[in-house]
């Protein structure tokens, strides 16, 4: 019986031994699993703060971009009220065109029968003066 325990006791021994050897193994793999993924995470972080750093130059040249858009958008701004106030002075200037020539057919049409008899007198008074001409030329050559 002695002999019995003494042999559970090896077997015991060794089974904890291969245990002992399979729980090492183990754990070297997993200390190098944890020593990949701790130069992973570094490399990361170093990843990170160069797109930390690229990202906020980005933004500032983003801030710098839309502030000068601003301007010229204010700029743009003044060009269109200027160019507004012209088309405003232009219709206007039309608009008074307009007025004139109104006037000046509403006048002429109301004026109509006073034109022609200046016409028709200026004509007699081209007809008279060109027969007084005539006249004076006929003395004169006698």
Sequence with gaps: MIIILYLSI???AIAF?????????TLKALQ???????STLSGLEKQM?????ETTLLLHKTNALAEDIQHKSEKLNTVVESVKDVGTTIQQLNQSVKK??????TN????QDKVNQVVQWSNAAMEIWAKWKQKNEKKTSI
Excluded: C, D, P, R
């Design 32 to 38: 190098e699993t944890l020593t990949n993924v701790a």
């Design 17 to 25: 031994t291969i245990l002992v050897v399979y729980v090492s193994k």
């Design 10 to 12: 090896a077997l015991i």
């Design 49 to 53: 703060t160069g797109i930390t750093s």
């Design 100 to 105: 004139v020539t109104t006037s000046v057919s």
């Design 108 to 111: 002429l049409e109301q004026n």
